[in-house]
T-cell receptor
Framework: KQEVTQIPAALSVPEGENLVLNCSFT??????LQWFRQDPGKGLTSLLL?????REQTSGRLNASLDKSSGRSTLYIAASQPGDSATYLC?????????????FGEGTQLTVNP | NAGVTQTPKFRILKIGQSMTLQCAQD?????MYWYRQDPGMGLKLIYY???????DKGEVPNGYNVSRSTTEDFPLRLELAAPSQTSVYFC???????????FGPGTRLTVT
């Protein structure tokens, strides 16, 4: 059974810092990995999707990397801003389901202080 | 486009009552999903559908039923509500399997 772990559970940083969020998964036979953002009381917003054949994806100040062999992904946020404060969730789908079923981590709650 | 919409936003049920959570999408997506999120936890897949008339169980299907008669709608039915079903329910859709999933704003359900 695929298990997804996110470390740290919570992170508080001053504005302007570069930071890294970590995600690990137990089964390396993944179809893809996605990073989501969730604001309090809201739904999820997809940030980046990395296919199993890719090593990284970038969108603006966000960069996500994937190392399938070690079962790890990192989300790098450059020059953090108070508006980045949210919970960040990592989710993976397995090859055997052709990407149809996501397994989520419990998330990292990020606070960026002005 | 409205994206993925869910109704109601909030609901309180008594133990043993039934209700249907509504979900609709206007993106012509084939795949639709229902998740639940318990406090401080990640999301768990309840049911999903690969197209009208086709549904399949996810990780935590017990106590729920779904149907998909149209591409746009994917309602989730709770029969005989139990306190363990207190959660936030999210509906999502994607164009195809393995593509980006788009989420609705959620329904916060309390069973007392």
């Amino acid at each position: 059974k695929q298990e997804v772990t996110q470390i740290p559970a919570a992170l508080s940083v001053p504005e302007g810092e570069n930071l890294v969020l970590n995600c690990s998964f137990t089964d390396s036979a993944i179809y893809n990995l996605q990073w989501f953002r969730q604001d309090p009381g809201k739904g999820l917003t997809s940030l980046l999707l990395i296919q199993s054949s890719q090593r990284e994806q970038t969108s603006g100040r966000l960069n996500a990397s994937l190392d399938k062999s070690s079962g790890r992904s990192t989300l790098y946020i450059a020059a953090s801003q108070p508006g980045d404060s949210a919970t960040y969730l990592c989710a993976v789908s397995l090859k055997e389901t052709s990407g149809s079923r996501l397994t989520f981590g419990e998330g990292t709650q990020l606070t960026v202080n002005p | 486009n409205a994206g993925v919409t869910q109704t109601p936003k909030f609901r309180i049920l008594k133990i043993g009552q039934s209700m249907t959570l509504q979900c609709a999408q206007d993106m012509n997506h084939n795949y639709m999903y229902w998740y639940r999120q318990d406090p401080g936890m990640g999301l768990k897949l309840i049911y999903y559908s690969v197209g009208a008339g086709i549904t399949d169980k996810g990780e935590v299907p017990n106590g729920y039923n779904v149907s998909r008669s149209t591409t746009e709608d994917f309602p989730l039915r709770l029969e005989l509500a139990a306190p363990s079903q207190t959660s936030v329910y999210f509906c999502a859709s994607s164009r195809m399997t393995g593509y980006e999933q788009y989420f609705g704003p959620g329904t916060r359900l309390t069973v007392t």
